[in-house]
C-alpha cells in the first residue's frame, strides 16, 4: 500500500466524525490534477504603517489582526478547471498574500450541491480545511474559512458529472493576518500584564467561569464573549459580546474558540482549540448606550469542550466583583481578579464612537490584571460567579505595575429591558418563561443546580448539592473543621478529632503506626504504587496524592493488598483517595504495596513531582492510627512510546484516526500529538506517524 493511499484513507475515516467536515481529501493531495494552478496576488500591505494606525485605534472599535482585502474571485471569473477521467469536474486558484502570517477567505455567495466537495489548504499539505459540502450551506448563503497558516492558500471545489444544482462560489474579501494572532510562527510572546493564565492554581475557583468565556473571530476583528444561561436551562447556545464587536459585521460567519488557553501557568503560546461556525444576532443595543450583542451560536457545540453556560445577575444595586475572562489582544485566555463593589458610572463620550448615558455603565478598577484591545465584549462575574456586564472599554489599561483606571461595563441589568421589543431586550431571550427572577446560576448540561460541599467525607457534606463550590472542610490535627470551643482539637457537628485526625470523643486515642511512600513509579503506564508498613491492623484509610505542577487528573486505583482484603477504593481527579471495608475485614500488621494509582499521561510529556498528604489511618476499633509519610518522586512521562496516541501500548491506525481528529478539531489537542516538536499538531504530525507504523 503506498504512502498517500494510505494518508487519504485515515483522512476520509477520521473526516468522517465531524459535523462540519465531512471527509474525503483534496485531488491535488495523491496528484490527479495535472493542470497548473493559477495564482492570485494580493497587492503588497505596508505593514508598519497598519501597526501604527492600530496604535491610534479609537475607543469603542474592536481589535485588528488583518486587514481585509476586498476580491471578485469565483469559478466563473479565475482559476482553472480540470475534468478527471471519472467525470469529476475539479477548479482550483492559488491565492497569495507576501507575509502574511496567516490567511482566510469570506464568501458573499455561498451554496454547494450535493456530492460536491470544498477543500482549502497550503500548498505544502500542513493544514487542510475540508471537505465542506452541501451540509455547511445556510439560508443566509455565506461562509468564512478558518484562518490557515502561511501567506499561500489553494482553494479546490470538485462536483461528479451528474450534479443538477448549480454552485455558488464568489470570495468577497480575503483576510491577511498582520500580527500572527494565532502564533503560528511561535514567535508571538505578550509581555502584557493582562491577567494570569487560566490554567495556573489561583483561576481553579473560577473554572466554570473560565468554560463559558470564548476568544471571537469575526474575521480580520476579534473580541470575546461569554456563553449565558436562560431560565428555561434547556442549553440554547446564547452568546453576549459588545455590540462594538458586531456592528456592521455578519455574524453567520463568526468563529467561537472556546479552548484558546496556555497548558501550562507560565507559558505563553498555546493551541487555538475548538471552534463553533455562524451565529444569529437575537438582540442589541445598536450603538454603545447599552453596548450589548446577544446572539445564538448556529454551530455544534460539543459536550467534550466542557462549555459552561454562565449564570446572571440583573440587580441594579452594586456588584460585589470577583473576576473577568478575556482574551487580551487576542492571546490565550487570561483571566482578572477584584474585590471591591463595581460603582455606576456617569455619561461617557466615546471620542466619536457614541455615547453611554449615565447609569449604563458598570465601573470597574481590577486589583489585579487590566484590559485592552481585543478584551472588547468580555464578562465581568460577581463573587457567586455571575455575570454583571460585559466590557465596552476604558482606561484600565494592561501593566507592569498595578493597574490603575477603570473598565467600563455596560450593565445587564440596564440590557434586560433595554428597548421596546425582543430585538432590542435581552429579557425576552433570557427569561423565557416570564420568571421575572433576579439572579440565575450557570449549568454545564442543563438541570437543576445547587451549589455545595459534594465530598461526603467533608465536615459540611450537603447531600442536596449538585455543584461543589470549594467550601469542604476536612477534619484533621491541623483543625481545618471548626474549633472545639472546650480544648485544641477540631470540632465537627461537635464531635472531637485527636492528633491521628480521627474523631473518637476526646481527642487522646491515637495507637499504632503507618509508614506510606511510594514504591514503584512507572511513567510509560502512568502508575504510581502506594507502599505501607503497618504495625496494627487497618480498617480504613483516606489521603491524598499531590502533584506539582498540578495538571495530573488520578484515573484509577486498584489492585494490591487493598483489592486482597476487599476494601471498597474511591478516588477523586484531585487525588483524594479514601478505602474501607463493608465485610469488617482488615488489612493485617506487615508491609507491601497498599495500591496502584493509574494517572492521564495523555496530557503531558514532563516530569512531575508526586507526593502524599494528609494521612487519615483507623485501626478496627476506629482509633486513630499515626502516619508517617515518605519522600516526594519523580513521574517523568517523557519516556512514553513516540506516538502512542491513545495510550494503549501500541502504534497502529487507531493512533493516526486519533491524531487527525485532533488536527481537524475534532478532539483536543494533546502534547503527545506534536511528534516533530515544533509547536503545531498538523498533517507533518500525520506523516511521522504514518512512517513509523510502516517502518519507513
Sequence with gaps: MSYRYFLCI????????????????????????????????MPLLDIDALLQEDEFLPPGKPYRYGMRLPVDLSPHNSGVWETLLDGTHVWKLKISSQFAYAMNLSFDSFYLPENSKLFIYNPDFSMIYGSYTELNNNSEEVFASPLLKGDELIIEYSEPVDVSEEFKLHIEYVVHDYKDILNYSNERNSNRTCGTNVVCPEADPYENQINAVSWLDMGGYICTGSMLNNTAQDLTPYYITAWHCTEGENVNTFRFYFNYETNSCSVSSASYGSSAYGSTQRASSGSMDGD???????????????????????????????SGVHHPGGD????????DNAYSFGSINWYGGGYSPSGSHWAITWDDGGTEGGSSGSPAYDNNGRF???LSGGGNECSSSSSSGESYYGKFSYAWNFGSNSSS???????????????????????TIVYGCTDSIACNYNPDATNNDSSCEYASGSCDCNENPTGNYCDCNYNVYDECGVCDGDGSNCSGSVTLSFSSIDGNAGTAEIFMQ???????FQFVI???????????????????YDFIISSSESGTVIGFSLTSTTIPAGSGALLIATFDNNNTDQIFDLCLSDPVFSDSNANGVSVTLGDCVEMDFSSSLLGDINDDGVINVLDVVMLVNIVLGIEDEIPAGDLNSDGVINVLDVVILVNLILGS
Design 292 to 322: 450589548f450583542s446577544l446572539l445564538e451560536i448556529t454551530g455544534t457545540i460539543y459536550d467534550s469542550w466542557d462549555v459552561y453556560y454562565a449564570g446572571w445577575r440583573r440587580n441594579t444595586s452594586a456588584p460585589n466583583i470577583a
Design 534 to 540: 503497618n504495625d496494627v491492623t487497618i480498617a480504613g
Design 10 to 41: 485515515i483522512l476520509i475515516v477520521s473526516l468522517g466524525f465531524s459535523q462540519k467536515s465531512q471527509g474525503g481529501a483534496p485531488r491535488g493531495l495523491y496528484n490527479s490534477l495535472t493542470k497548473i494552478t493559477p495564482e492570485i496576488e
Design 332 to 339: 490565550p485566555k487570561k483571566i482578572i481578579f477584584d474585590n
Design 388 to 390: 454583571i456586564g460585559v
Design 546 to 564: 499531590n502533584d506539582s505542577p498540578n495538571y495530573l487528573n488520578l484515573i484509577d486505583i486498584s489492585g494490591e493488598s487493598s483489592a486482597n
Design 425 to 447: 431586550r435581552l429579557k425576552d431571550w433570557l427569561d423565557p418563561n416570564n420568571t421575572g427572577i433576579y439572579t440565575l446560576d450557570g449549568t454545564y448540561d442543563g438541570a
